[in-house]
Nanobody, 121 residues
């Protein structure tokens, strides 16, 4: 059973920084995409940043230049370094991974439990 454990959320003033981490355990096959989503009150969940197996990344326009997503394939972890935080970054942040099946014929997606990030003005 794959489990995602997130850490690093909290309360920070605008302009500050936080680092989120997510560790995936229980996988017996390749973890393909690792990503972070967020959901603010009353809004849909949105992609913040993702990183592929080869380290290539993509970011939401709203966080480009401020957030950095990285992964450690040897430890099955993904991190999100968030700098220059703004009040509009306030949301629950979710770790998300796509894992291929053992035979590679399909893939499965998993979500973390979410961690709250609150940015005060």
């Amino acid at each position: 059973q794959v489990q995602l454990v997130e850490s690093g959320g909290g309360l920070v003033q605008a302009g500050g920084s936080l680092r989120l981490s997510c560790a995936a355990s229980g996988s017996r096959s390749t973890i393909k995409t690792m990503a972070w989503y967020r959901q603010a009150p009353g809004k849909q969940r949105e992609l913040v940043a993702g990183v592929a197996t080869d380290g290539s990344t993509n970011y939401a326009d709203s966080v480009k230049g401020r957030f950095t997503c990285s992964r450690d394939n040897s430890k099955n972890t993904v991190s999100l370094q968030m700098n220059s935080l703004k009040p509009e970054d306030t949301a629950v942040y979710y770790c998300y991974v796509i894992i291929s099946s053992v035979d590679g014929s399909t893939a499965f997606q998993y979500w973390g439990q979410g961690t709250q990030v609150t940015v005060s003005s």
